[in-house]
């Protein structure tokens, strides 16, 4: 009798397993297959589905990894400001590739965003425009499906059973597995459904990405700094102290023609206190010369050249009116009063979120060069 009970447990795990691990089954929503982190969360019949409703919060898949392949899931989006959506191939808790829905942007041209998780950073202030985003009219009365199909470098994302893709574009980390997690909504709590992870399926379907101009002329590298306290700055007589207790040695390059990320080579959020690093280019000018440098950043800067600070600056989100982005560009500009030789450049930039991001020009570079180690 004994080893017919056990026989019999046996078989029940295996099939579980089995219907866990089986590319081509609905993955049921309970918690034995999903870890759920939210503030409050039920599972219910929703709207004909057997679905989860979720707030402010994130499912993550248990004892399995996600490399190539396709991942869908039935949505019941609320018209409110919320950042619903799937990560995948996520590592370590910081570093993943993303598709998300603004579903408090209906219609409009970033109505959802393709982006990274870098470092705990979603740099959507970078990955911005028609590349990562799409218009899409969104409905509130019933589901929304979602199919996202990865493959090697590559995804595209269909809505609502289409036959093409809404989206293509080309993943930001290296082709290795990592977890899938699922978000619901933000304090509006939303419902999910039907999540199925197809390893099969992983033919993409006219995959045409949409090219991004890049700007030219560019500082192509920047060197930068440990991590310090965005208030140190405060007193403009300390900042050379500031400098002098800093360390150097990591190199971050411009990424999409547009800007480097700062979080490629920083973590924000490491449990230390600080949010700002030095961003540094040293510039060599053959005489002594005062000449035009257009910049970009996120989320604010203090300009410091020779050591002395020139400029002070807000581009995070909401800085300048209320529907203002922050997206990183050429829109603000400094005269540097450059001397006969080297001169070292400064940006000292400060994080909150949505990308940690410095980019800068000279508009005339005859007479000066960027020196690289």
Do not use: C
Not at 9 to 14: G, K, Q, V
Not at 137 to 160: E, I, R
């Amino acid at each position: 009798m004994k080893s017919k009970i056990l026989l019999t447990i046996s078989l029940i795990l295996t099939g579980l397993a089995s219907f866990v691990g089986n590319s081509q089954n609905t993955i049921p929503l309970d918690t034995i297959n999903w870890q759920i982190n939210a503030r409050s969360y039920v599972f219910e019949n929703y709207k004909g589905k057997d679905a989860i409703y979720i707030q402010a919060g994130a499912m993550r898949l248990k004892n399995k990894t996600f490399l190539n392949g396709t991942i869908e899931f039935d949505i019941y989006l609320k018209e409110t400001q919320a950042f619903p959506g799937l990560y995948f191939r996520v590592r370590d808790n910081k570093d993943g590739e993303q598709w998300f829905l603004r579903p408090h942007l209906s219609g409009k041209p970033d109505a959802n965003q393709a982006a990274p998780a870098v470092n705990g950073i979603t740099p959507w202030q970078l990955y911005f425009g028609p590349r990562y985003s799409f218009p899409y009219d969104y409905t509130y009365d019933d589901w929304t499906h979602v199919k996202v199909v990865v493959n090697g470098n590559k995804a595209q994302v269909f809505l609502n059973h289409s036959e093409t893709p809404n989206l293509s574009w080309n993943l930001f980390h290296e082709t290795k597995p990592g977890e899938v997690i699922i978000r619901g909504g933000g304090l509006k709590a939303m419902h999910i459904a039907n999540v199925k992870i197809d390893e099969n399926a992983k033919t993409l379907m006219n995959f045409k990405p949409i090219e991004r101009k890049a700007i030219p002329g560019l500082v192509s590298k920047w060197e930068v700094s440990d991590m310090f306290e965005e208030k140190l700055l405060a007193d403009p007589h300390k900042v050379a102290s500031v400098i002098r207790n800093r360390k150097w040695g990591r190199k971050i390059v411009v990424e999409e023609g547009t800007a480097a990320n700062i979080s490629r080579v920083q973590l924000l959020r490491n449990g230390k206190p600080g949010n700002t690093v030095f961003a540094k280019v040293v510039v060599h000018s053959d005489k002594r010369q005062t000449k035009l440098f257009q910049f970009g950043y996120s989320d604010r800067v203090v300009a410091i050249l020779n050591g002395t600070p020139i400029y002070k600056g807000s581009n995070r989100w909401r800085s300048r009116d209320y529907r203002y982005l922050g997206t990183v560009g050429l829109f603000d500009g400094i005269y540097l009063n450059l001397k006969k030789g080297k001169n070292t450049l400064l940006m000292a930039v400060s994080e909150d979120f949505g990308g940690w991001l410095i980019t800068g020009k000279f508009a005339n570079k005859e007479g000066v060069r960027i020196i690289e180690n």
